[in-house]
Nanobody, 115 residues
Framework: QVQLVESGGGLVQPGGSLRLSCTAS????????MGWYRQAPGKERELVAA???????NYADSVKGRFTISRDNAKNTVYLQMNSLKPEDTAVYYC?????????WGQGTQVTVSS
């Protein structure tokens, strides 16, 4: 079983930046893929960005060019650098680990973009 601990959410003004962190209880090289999802009020959870064990990344069209997913294998941590934030980025952000025996989720961290 994989445990995920997220941090880094908060309140930021439009145009600002935040970095989310997700630390896994398992070594990253044993996890097929890690991803960040978000869920805004009244909306379905959606994929924001993902990174595979091999290092391939993919992003939602709405965040391309603004968000960057990366990882530090030594720290078992995946990051989501979010720049040029917009009010529509406001949501609860969840870390996901796609492990050999299923998907695991973090507790979520709130990101609010507002002036």
């Amino acid at each position: 079983q994989v445990q995920l601990v997220e941090s880094g959410g908060g309140l930021v003004q439009p145009g600002g930046s935040l970095r989310l962190s997700c630390t896994a209880s398992e070594r990253l090289f044993s996890i097929n893929a890690m991803g960040w999802y978000r869920q805004a009020p009244g909306k379905e959870r959606e994929l924001v960005a993902a990174i595979t064990r091999g290092g391939s990344t993919n992003y939602a069209d709405s965040v391309k060019g603004r968000f960057t997913i990366s990882r530090d294998n030594a720290k078992n941590t995946v990051y989501l650098q979010m720049n040029s934030l917009k009010p529509e980025d406001t949501a609860v952000y969840y870390c996901n680990a796609h492990y050999y025996n299923g998907d695991y989720w973090g507790q979520g961290t709130q990101v609010t973009v507002s002036s």
